[in-house]
């Protein structure tokens, strides 16, 4: 291979074309903040977090919840919120464990596992959020058609009239549009993170994997 | 202490700087990218650095910190300006017989690299280095054999590059 060796040939001559940098400036450089992938994936990953204890919290003081309250939903209330706050905090440790994982200086491979290990801890707390969302609005929602007493008379209204299947069909759609907005915010999320901050990694990584088998 | 111990970083980097400017040189294509990836290198290094325990040279576990920037961590400016397409359509206008002096030639195999994708990069700058194979494939994190292998698949692709 002669073009290499004259390319090595030039590499090893050629050091003095590079700027010189001083003390002062790599010294600067080091107390800049890193816009890393991995920075840029905790900040997200943190937000999901926050963004579903957020959904908890601000909805638990409303109104409606309030009056849901009042209806007879402790048995299936304390143990959804019990295992909701476990289920968070056994992912906020794992998140935590496989990111102080990440070293620069594992090999490459390794490395690239380790950063998409976070991802996958995140993603699999979020697709845990969605099934348990879908799960607790359909109870929430037996519950409403089988206590609230408004929608009980309401519902007894559409049944004289004729419209109940339009009742409850509304009251579904609106349930589902809820979950459509919901979704999407997660998708958000996800086109943001993968479209954009881990495309080069997941090449990479492809093609390390495609060379190693 | 910190302060000690960040002057005595900065004074290791300062010393093998080169290195960094290496790497920068076969991952970017223009000044702003090189000087962007080398502050970011020189921050992970320095992040990286509680846990050098200098039982490897600082050299070889720059190469290590600096690949690994490059390949994995660094997010590319979007900034970026395409100058390696304006280069290539230059240099196919150039491409007569009697332009074949070793400059061009150089400019041609450096063109050439970095039309490579990431991973062959980091196997050009290796064997650029004088890395031996064990060392790639310590690096990188596979086997000797498939380093080896995909060596010898990157020099052909260069080739096929400069002579299609």
């Not at chain 1, 309030?66 to 289920?87: A, Q, R, S, W």
């Amino acid at each position: 291979m002669d073009e290499l060796e004259l390319l090595k040939k030039d590499w090893k001559k050629d050091k003095s074309n590079f700027p010189k940098l001083s003390h002062n400036d790599i010294y600067k450089m080091i107390l800049k903040r890193s816009s890393s992938i991995v920075r840029w994936i905790f900040i997200i990953s943190l937000l999901e977090f926050v963004f579903w204890a957020a959904i908890a919290f601000a909805f638990k003081d409303s109104k409606e919840i309030k009056e849901f309250d009042n209806l007879n939903t402790d048995y299936i209330i304390i143990p959804l919120t019990i295992i909701g706050y476990c289920v968070l905090i056994y992912f906020f440790y794992l998140f935590f464990r496989n990111y102080k994982r990440i070293s620069a200086t594992d090999n490459t491979k390794s490395l690239m596992d380790n950063i998409l290990k976070t991802r996958r801890t995140v993603k699999n707390y979020v697709a845990f959020n969605l099934v348990y969302l879908v799960i607790a609005t359909s109870f929430a929602l037996f519950i409403q058609f089988d206590q609230n007493p408004q929608i009980a008379s309401m519902a007894h209204q559409a049944a004289t009239n004729g419209n109940l299947f339009v009742f409850y069909a509304r009251m579904i759609s609106v349930t589902i549009v809820f979950l459509i907005g919901a979704i999407s915010i997660l998708l958000f999320f996800y086109w943001i993170i993968y479209g954009f901050l881990l495309k080069r990694l997941n090449k990479n990584y492809k093609e390390l994997k495609k060379m190693d088998i | 202490m910190d302060k000690k111990l960040e002057h005595s970083f900065v004074a290791l980097l300062e010393e093998n700087q080169n290195i960094v400017h290496k790497v920068c040189r076969i991952y970017t294509d223009n000044q702003e990218a090189h000087n962007d990836l080398f502050q970011e290198i020189a921050i992970q290094l320095w992040k990286a650095y509680p846990k050098f325990r200098g039982d490897a040279k600082f050299s070889t576990w720059m190469y290590r910190v600096g690949l690994n920037t490059a390949i994995t961590l660094y997010r590319k400016s979007k900034r970026k300006i395409n100058t390696s397409e304006i280069e290539t359509v230059e240099f196919k206008l150039k491409e007569d017989p009697y332009d074949d002096t070793e400059e061009e030639q150089l400019k041609l195999l450096y063109q050439a690299v970095h039309q490579l994708n990431d991973i062959e990069k980091a196997l050009v700058f290796l064997y650029l280095e004088d890395k031996d194979y064990r060392e790639i494939s310590d690096t990188l994190g596979i086997s000797e054999v498939n380093a080896r292998v995909k060596m010898n698949r990157v020099k052909t692709k260069l080739k096929t590059i400069l002579n299609p």
